[in-house]
């Protein structure tokens, strides 16, 4: 009964508040109030919404290079990120106080002269012209109408004008101030309050203003932040209207020495002082990568397409990127700024920005699947391109990795790892010949240029190819017949089962139907006749220099959420898919392409030869021709690093590059790896047992 009955009491005097309505005997209530403790309004702590005990308040998420420091971007609705106290100056806390509640250390949550006050010069002039909401008051809808899971129909209840909703804050008010510190309550208002041009909460706001950490605020510039929170869309001095931001400085000022916290000649020398404003905007989204490095945007791209896969963000990728824009991550990326920039020059001198041809590249670790770079000859832009090109120069397609509009490239011979593997797995070993003559009419039906009576025939880049061979020799040499009659010993469906547990991804409708219904007839996919993008090719062979293990492309090293946790999204996700002795066979055969040797002197010639002598230490990896030349791919790796390079024209598939391309590609993966692998030791390849080289045995399988 007494707690309606105080209702009742509040209620009237909310009204005379809002409203200004000349009520009868109203002195009474408040006395009334006074004398009963207004406290026994209040909510109990344990009842208050848990955004109030905990609240949620939107943060950016920062996205930076490997080094942990150097920002690529951010990701945010609201720019937020909280700051302890003690990263706030302590004239920015006065100010604050000053501007919004001069009376916030004698209350309790609810300032009762303040309401006194309001409610007889609202009476006296008719309407509303003063509030008396303290800064928990304040503090309390800000949590409400920004809590980032209710509906915008909640939001706005929030902050409805009605005596409901102002009962309701006093009464979270006064339970706040029971359980909270001055100085916590302090803390969280300074970091939800809106402070105009897009800044949420003190960080942000000294940031968007004053180009500096809140810590290091100074006097007139502290005046003029708190006097923003009463009006932030019409006094933003960048945005709106400078002269009232001035007025409200000085009203802070003045508020200031009437509390006796600043000297009047202190306060009258800052009231001098020009607005001194020296804006920064804080980056959002891949787009606002720093203009001098507007290539960091493709991987960066890439991070965000990576988010929205992972369950851990959200139920949908709707959802996981509203976690990422409202979750305050501190994200530490896998890109090296320094790999990243040799690999955009290598790039560009292959083919210049705009090229209709491109040399999408990938940079990527074995046995953790961190991407070190992601470099292609384009300009990372939405703005739109002439003569209607697509991609040229400006995309935000993803040209390394795929996704979206982009389905890849044909990868040529570089699937012959695959043929060999699932050969390698059936108990075949490295020294399987077979007299591969210059042109072999198969089992697989096809029809077209490739057909011989409707039967898939391919035949060799040279007559010098055939004859006798192994696997070392074939794939050094890239024997097109030995492969072919290679995929008919083992089964194509096996191949493209290979290249499926190595993570090969089939973009292309046709493809991914040719997969899951026809693979058993697909001989020809061991020529790469499936489109494939270098992060596709760089993943699936580093699993060979990993030994067997499958990790997946990962972009970041670490991720933390906003109180500091680590997440686990961000660690390596790898298997085991590999015998390790037929990942060391594959590796021993991969020596032979690009001039080194393999463990048992077995190689006899490569299309790349001369790529062990350029980088001086051991390599191994593939070269691929498309039919026509129409694209042309490398992929090299050592035990350290992989990296895979493909040529093409992204827009018209019928633009071949032709052959001529390939050295420039060698020559590019080559200057990568050599740049990247600097100051790393030189780390040769385990060798194969000699069953797995020389032995026919029985059939092995992945994990």
């Given at each position: 009964m007494i707690r309606a009955h105080l209702d009742k009491v509040l209620t009237v005097l909310i009204a005379g508040l809002l409203a200004g309505l000349v009520l009868a005997g109203a002195a009474l209530p408040v006395a009334l109030v006074f004398g009963i403790g207004f406290s026994a309004l209040s909510t109990p702590y344990s009842e208050l919404?848990?955004?109030?005990?905990?609240?949620?308040?939107?943060?950016?998420?920062?996205?930076?290079?490997?080094?942990?420091?150097?920002?690529?971007?951010?990701?945010?609705?609201?720019?937020?990120?909280?700051?302890p106290l003690r990263d706030v100056a302590p004239v920015m806390r006065q100010a604050i106080v000053a501007a919004e509640d001069v009376r916030y250390y004698q209350h309790s949550g609810v300032d009762l002269r303040g309401v006194a006050r309001a409610f007889t010069v609202n009476q006296r002039d008719g309407e509303t012209r003063q509030g008396a909401s303290t800064l928990t008051m304040q503090y309390v809808r800000n949590v409400l109408s920004s809590d980032p899971r209710l509906s915008e129909e909640q939001r706005r209840a929030a902050t409805e004008v009605s005596?409901?909703?102002?009962?309701?804050?006093?009464?979270?008010?006064?339970?706040?101030?029971?359980?909270?510190?001055?100085?916590?309550?302090?803390?969280?208002?300074?970091?939800?309050?809106?402070?105009?041009?897009?800044?949420?909460?003190?960080?942000a706001a000294s940031k968007r203003y004053f180009s500096k950490s809140p810590a290091d605020l100074t006097l007139p510039e502290a005046a003029l932040l708190a006097g923003l929170v009463r009006s932030p869309h019409t006094d933003d001095p960048i945005n709106g209207d400078a002269d009232a931001a001035r007025e409200r400085r000085t009203y802070v000022l003045d508020r200031l020495v009437e509390t006796?916290?600043?000297?009047?000649?202190?306060?009258?020398?800052?009231?001098?002082?020009?607005?001194?404003?020296?804006?920064?905007?804080?980056?959002?989204?891949?787009?606002?990568?720093?203009?001098?490095?507007?290539?960091?945007?493709?991987?960066?791209?890439?991070?965000?397409?990576?988010?929205?896969?992972?369950?851990?963000?959200?139920?949908?990728?709707d959802e996981r990127q509203r976690t990422l824009r409202r979750g305050g991550f501190s994200i530490v990326s896998s890109l090296d700024p320094a790999v990243q920039r040799a690999t955009v020059e290598q790039v560009q001198r292959v083919y210049p920005t705009a090229d209709p041809r491109t040399a999408p590249t990938a940079v990527l670790q074995p046995g953790t699947g961190r991407?070190?770079?992601?470099?292609?000859?384009?300009?990372?832009?939405v703005a739109e391109n002439p003569d209607g090109q697509e991609n040229r120069p400006n995309t935000v397609n993803q040209l390394v990795a795929g996704g979206g509009a982009i389905q890849g490239y044909q990868g040529g011979s570089t699937f012959k790892l695959f043929t060999m593997l699932a050969a390698l797995e059936s108990g075949l070993p490295l020294q399987t010949e077979y007299d591969a003559?210059?042109?072999?009419?198969?089992?697989?039906?096809?029809?077209?240029?490739?057909?011989?009576?409707?039967?898939?025939?391919?035949?060799?880049?040279?007559?010098?190819?055939?004859?006798?061979?192994?696997?070392?020799?074939?794939?050094?040499?890239?024997?097109?017949?030995?492969?072919?009659?290679?995929?008919?010993?083992?089964?194509?469906?096996?191949?493209?089962?290979?290249?499926?547990?190595?993570?090969?991804?089939?973009?292309?409708?046709?493809?991914?139907?040719?997969?899951?219904?026809?693979?058993?007839?697909?001989?020809?996919?061991?020529?790469?006749?499936?489109?494939?993008?270098?992060?596709?090719?760089?993943?699936?062979?580093?699993?060979?220099?990993?030994?067997?293990?499958?990790?997946?492309?990962?972009?970041?090293?670490?991720?933390?959420?906003?109180?500091?946790r680590p997440v686990t999204a961000a660690k390596p996700d790898c298997r085991q898919v590999l015998d390790t002795d037929v990942a060391r066979a594959a590796a021993d055969a991969a020596r032979c392409p690009v001039g080194d040797q393999s463990m048992y002197g077995r190689c006899d010639g490569g299309t790349a030869d001369g790529l062990r002598t350029r980088l001086g230490r051991p390599v191994a990896g593939k070269t691929g021709s498309s039919e026509g030349y129409a694209t042309e791919t490398v992929v090299a790796f050592t035990p350290q690093l992989t990296v895979a390079t493909m040529a093409a024209n992204p827009d018209d598939p019928r633009d071949a590059v032709g052959q001529a391309v390939q050295s420039?590609?060698?020559?590019?993966?080559?200057?990568?790896?050599?740049?990247?692998?600097?100051?790393?030791?030189?780390?040769?390849?385990?060798?194969p047992s000699e069953r797995t080289a020389f032995e026919v045995t029985g059939a092995r399988t992945g994990n």
């Amino acid at each position: 009964m007494i707690r309606a009955h105080l209702d009742k009491v509040l209620t009237v005097l909310i009204a005379g508040l809002l409203a200004g309505l000349v009520l009868a005997g109203a002195a009474l209530p408040v006395a009334l109030v006074f004398g009963i403790g207004f406290s026994a309004l209040s909510t109990p702590y344990s009842e208050l919404p848990n955004t109030l005990r905990t609240p949620p308040t939107a943060q950016r998420s920062n996205l930076y290079a490997n080094d942990g420091t150097t920002l690529i971007t951010s990701f945010y609705q609201e720019d937020r990120v909280d700051v302890p106290l003690r990263d706030v100056a302590p004239v920015m806390r006065q100010a604050i106080v000053a501007a919004e509640d001069v009376r916030y250390y004698q209350h309790s949550g609810v300032d009762l002269r303040g309401v006194a006050r309001a409610f007889t010069v609202n009476q006296r002039d008719g309407e509303t012209r003063q509030g008396a909401s303290t800064l928990t008051m304040q503090y309390v809808r800000n949590v409400l109408s920004s809590d980032p899971r209710l509906s915008e129909e909640q939001r706005r209840a929030a902050t409805e004008v009605s005596t409901a909703r102002k009962v309701q804050e006093m009464r979270y008010a006064l339970a706040l101030e029971r359980e909270l510190s001055k100085e916590e309550i302090l803390s969280r208002y300074l970091n939800i309050a809106y402070f105009g041009a897009g800044a949420y909460g003190i960080a942000a706001a000294s940031k968007r203003y004053f180009s500096k950490s809140p810590a290091d605020l100074t006097l007139p510039e502290a005046a003029l932040l708190a006097g923003l929170v009463r009006s932030p869309h019409t006094d933003d001095p960048i945005n709106g209207d400078a002269d009232a931001a001035r007025e409200r400085r000085t009203y802070v000022l003045d508020r200031l020495v009437e509390t006796a916290q600043v000297p009047p000649d202190q306060a009258a020398r800052a009231k001098a002082e020009p607005l001194d404003l020296r804006p920064s905007q804080t980056p959002n989204d891949c787009t606002a990568v720093p203009a001098a490095h507007n290539d960091w945007g493709f991987f960066c791209d890439w991070f965000t397409r990576w988010w929205s896969a992972q369950s851990a963000f959200g139920a949908t990728a709707d959802e996981r990127q509203r976690t990422l824009r409202r979750g305050g991550f501190s994200i530490v990326s896998s890109l090296d700024p320094a790999v990243q920039r040799a690999t955009v020059e290598q790039v560009q001198r292959v083919y210049p920005t705009a090229d209709p041809r491109t040399a999408p590249t990938a940079v990527l670790q074995p046995g953790t699947g961190r991407v070190l770079a992601m470099a292609v000859n384009r300009t990372y832009s939405v703005a739109e391109n002439p003569d209607g090109q697509e991609n040229r120069p400006n995309t935000v397609n993803q040209l390394v990795a795929g996704g979206g509009a982009i389905q890849g490239y044909q990868g040529g011979s570089t699937f012959k790892l695959f043929t060999m593997l699932a050969a390698l797995e059936s108990g075949l070993p490295l020294q399987t010949e077979y007299d591969a003559p210059g042109r072999l009419v198969t089992r697989y039906p096809v029809t077209g240029p490739a057909s011989c009576g409707g039967r898939w025939c391919p035949e060799n880049a040279s007559a010098s190819m055939g004859g006798r061979q192994s696997m070392w020799t074939a794939f050094g040499r890239s024997v097109n017949t030995y492969f072919a009659w290679l995929t008919e010993q083992v089964g194509a469906d096996r191949v493209v089962e290979m290249a499926e547990r190595l993570g090969i991804v089939f973009r292309a409708d046709s493809d991914a139907r040719l997969a899951r219904y026809g693979a058993k007839d697909w001989g020809p996919f061991t020529l790469g006749v499936s489109a494939t993008t270098p992060l596709d090719l760089a993943g699936a062979y580093a699993t060979v220099a990993a030994e067997g293990t499958w990790c997946a492309p990962l972009p970041v090293v670490s991720i933390t959420d906003a109180g500091g946790r680590p997440v686990t999204a961000a660690k390596p996700d790898c298997r085991q898919v590999l015998d390790t002795d037929v990942a060391r066979a594959a590796a021993d055969a991969a020596r032979c392409p690009v001039g080194d040797q393999s463990m048992y002197g077995r190689c006899d010639g490569g299309t790349a030869d001369g790529l062990r002598t350029r980088l001086g230490r051991p390599v191994a990896g593939k070269t691929g021709s498309s039919e026509g030349y129409a694209t042309e791919t490398v992929v090299a790796f050592t035990p350290q690093l992989t990296v895979a390079t493909m040529a093409a024209n992204p827009d018209d598939p019928r633009d071949a590059v032709g052959q001529a391309v390939q050295s420039r590609l060698v020559e590019a993966v080559g200057e990568v790896l050599s740049f990247a692998l600097r100051d790393e030791p030189v780390r040769d390849f385990v060798p194969p047992s000699e069953r797995t080289a020389f032995e026919v045995t029985g059939a092995r399988t992945g994990n």
